[in-house]
């Protein structure tokens, strides 16, 4: 049936400025934007069920900012040019709030109506007494804030705009939707074109059982486990394999705590051997995953071939204090052991600022990771009190100073003050941390061990060129990089002057030129020193201490030398003794 009106819905994920001011953004994205699919799938269901009537089309934009750029103007006659519509900001953390401010006063001056949802607004509506002044001020412009998540709530939303009756809030982070038999995340072939891999992503659940203060997780999305059944995961596998994807980056914070994890493996290992498919994924898992049986190798069949795991610190002290109490450094290296044999690249996330830091006590702890530790690649974040954390509300309710640039809670920049180190301190901490744990020496020793071990040599040359060269080359975090920076005179920050096209495009012209010279020298010696490796008659024989198994681990290992780790460990021992005692009396 042919349907008379048109409502033009665009969804945007923005990105955020970088230190000059420029919006980051680049000609293939990195990482996919999982909250841009859900909305995306959950707004082609609101079409199909006709949600604004039997003849009212709605037709849907999909923008994802890092790697696609928005053209204010364009979409705004695009949607004055159809019956209704509207621009949905979707998926907002603190770092891109203010970019999101900006678009959104630009949307609105042209008369577009807008509605933002995401980590930060849903964050600081749960956890602060008072409103966020950025929230406010977003109201104030006519912005609707969204807050919870969107299954079962944005026909309303789409409803209301049609009606001309938004409301300046829609509040449901306190009724969070189940997720079983809901619309599925999906991304047109044309966005996945523009991210490095052609990756997607979706989430197989929502929310986490821990308590960890850093995080936002759990106050936006819960701690009670809600998931997707293996009827759906299948569904979205086949939706992206029929537009021709196959890599996925699963967003669930800690797949493991999924109680369904191992149906979701069997399911897609059965899809795997039944159609063929070269399925690739890329997870999320804390350091417990390898206590669950047969959990690490189900994930080798399934087609993981990344995880990132949550290792934060090797502290005791700094991972009690931060209520990650579930990380325990004496599984460390099993766990690392066990990934490294189903020969699956393993991320470890490392917060640096933690009380106890000093640029001193991170080296040497870095320096411990390299020899004791069997990781393949670490990434390292300031210690950030993040919008909806526990620790920012902690900060917050004390009176404690934070800078309230929003742009720089990205967990690449210093945010608030250290009690042992001084903002410069703290940043140089930061880079030394970097530039010890991927010098050229360990880097050989990463690609020796994956020789030894029967691992992609050339898979650790890629990720050591993705973590070594963004920060001194792109003054970006790697997690925020991509390939060919993309610059625009007018994507810059509203205080910051815009720069004449005399300066700004030689200039601009001149730092690609510089940054592609710099790639390939850095990729050149990499891919030189992956050869020499792989070419090592010798190199199967190779052994260190983090490879090697220790009689007696505690005592032989640096790991256990640390005045916090003897403590840690004198307790298990209490622990274990008092469990044994209690098994004799009974």
Known sequence: MRKDKTFRLVLIKPSHYDDDGYVIRWWRGGLPSNSLACLYGIALDCRERGVLGPDCNIEIDAIDETNWKVRVADLARAIKAADAGMVMLVGVQSNQFPRSL????????????????????????????????????????????????????????????????????????????????????????????????????????????????????????????????????????RANVAQGVFAFFLTDDNFARNKDWEILLDRIIALREKEGWDLRFTIQVDTLCHKLPDFIEKCAKAGVRRCFIGLENINPDSLLGAKKRQNKITDYREMMMAWKKARIMTVGGYIIGFPNDTPESIVRDIEIIKHELPIDMLEFFFLTPLPGSEDHKTLYLKGVAMDADLNKYDLDHVTTDHPAMSKAGWERAVELAWNTYYSWEHIETLMRRAAAMGNNVGKIGTYALYFKGYHPIE??????????????????????????????????????????????????????????????????????????????????????????????????????????????GG
């Open 475 to 584: 003054r970006v975090h790697p997690l925020e990089g991509g390939v060919l920076r993309l610059k625009s005179r007018d994507e810059r920050r509203p205080h910051l002057p815009v720069e004449p096209a005399w300066s700004f495009y030689p200039r601009y012209a001149a730092d690609t030129v510089v940054k592609a010279v710099q790639w390939a020298s850095l990729a050149l010696r990499l891919h030189r020193l992956a050869r020499r490796v792989k070419s090592d008659p010798h190199r199967l024989a190779y052994v260190d201490a983090a490879i090697t198994p220790q009689a007696d681990e505690t005592a032989s290992l640096d790991l256990y030398k640390t005045r916090s780790s003897q403590a840690f460990l004198d307790q298990r021992r209490h622990i274990e003794e008092a469990q044994k005692a209690k098994s004799a």
């Open 102 to 237: 900006d678009l959104a006063r630009q949307f609105r001056k042209l008369g577009i109506h807008v509605a933002i949802g995401g980590f930060h607004v849903s964050g600081t509506l749960s956890m602060l007494p008072q409103r966020d002044p950025g929230v406010q001020e977003m109201m104030d412009l006519g912005v609707s804030v969204f807050a919870g998540e969107a299954e079962g709530r944005l026909e309303e939303l789409l409803q209301d705009a049609v009606a001309g009756r938004l409301q300046p809030l829609y509040n449901y982070i306190d009724d969070l939707p189940h997720l079983e038999s809901q619309p599925l995340p999906i991304i047109p072939r044309q966005q996945i074109g523009r991210v490095i891999g052609h990756t997607t992503s979706f989430d197989a659940g929502r929310g986490c059982p821990f308590q960890c203060s850093f995080c936002t997780i759990i106050n936006v999305q819960g701690r009670k486990s809600r998931r997707r059944s293996a009827d759906d995961i299948e569904a979205v596998i």
